[in-house]
């Protein structure tokens, strides 16, 4: 995790770290996402987005590659979409769609695309059924009809504004539940791969004294990649060790290494993690 200094303010850039599939491996199918809005990175709104998206791209076969938090300045947003479009196969943004002044998302990635901004039709017709008896369709609820020309849009069951899809960019709600909505509205409409299996294992151990064991038990199981979540409870240092592979049985043989490395060391372990 770092921040980058931009020309208006700090950007949060979260990286994972997971590397790059051996020669001959199965493609595995990638994703980032820019989170906007400068209530984020005022920390007056808590971010929940991130860890729902990361987790529906798990299921499709999508690994979450990296997240970028970019203020509500559209220099900044067309800078994220643009690096994110160059790296991985899918990108998401999430904030900056409603419908004040303010919400310049669809605007900015107009721009980064290099399209006009147009009135989707279906999206109008949307917004007119759902504010028949809610006061009708004015000028502020009209915008949420608008898109980067050429996109679709995204079902959205928990209000009358859609999401937008343009190629392999989605465009979603910056409120968590409509988000989670849209998701579904997506599920196995997108390529993906195998998805990740995960095995966890907790112990009351130093990272320091265990720290060849778990390097070991990732290399001798191919495919297989291990972290090390560190902790400080009950006065003792410990940590959560997770293993995930795109096979369960893999992920089950390293796990099954890894605590017998904790036990000869002289450690106990706690299956599924300690909480």
């Not at 904030?95 to 901004?117: E, F, Q, R």
Request: aromatic share 6%; proline share 5%; net charge negative.
């Amino acid at each position: 995790m770092t921040l980058r200094e931009g020309r208006n303010g700090l950007s949060l850039v979260v990286m994972t770290d997971a590397p790059s599939p051996p020669s001959g491996s199965p493609r595995i199918w990638t994703a980032g996402i820019a989170i906007i809005g400068d209530e984020i990175l005022s920390g007056r709104t808590q971010d929940k987005n991130i860890a729902q998206i990361a987790s529906w791209l798990n299921v499709q076969g999508i690994r979450l590659r990296e997240v970028r938090v970019v203020p509500d300045v559209e220099d900044e947003i067309v800078a994220a979409v643009n690096a994110l479009r160059a790296r991985y196969d899918y990108i998401f943004t999430t904030g900056g769609i409603g419908p004040t002044h303010d919400d310049i998302t669809v605007d900015a990635i107009a721009k980064a695309l290099g399209v006009g901004v147009v009135i989707h039709p279906e999206a109008r017709a949307t917004l007119e059924r759902y504010y028949t008896d809610r006061g009708g369709l004015n000028e502020g609820r009209l915008r949420m009809a608008r898109v980067p020309d050429g996109a679709d849009l995204i079902p959205n069951p928990m209000s009358g504004a859609p999401g937008i899809r343009i190629g392999n960019l989605f465009i979603m709600a910056g409120v968590p539940h409509i988000t989670a909505g849209m998701l579904a509205g997506l599920d196995g409409s997108l390529e993906g791969g195998a998805p990740l299996q995960s095995v966890t294992l907790g112990a009351f151990a130093p990272e320091s004294e265990i720290a060849a064991m778990l390097e070991a038990a990732e290399r001798n199981h191919n495919g297989c990649q291990v972290g090390s979540y560190p902790f400080y409870r009950q006065g003792k240092v410990g940590g959560n060790f997770v293993v995930r592979s795109t096979s369960l049985a893999d992920a089950q043989a390293c796990a099954a290494e890894i605590a017998a490395g904790l036990v000869a060391l002289g450690y106990d372990y706690v299956a599924g993690g300690i909480e």
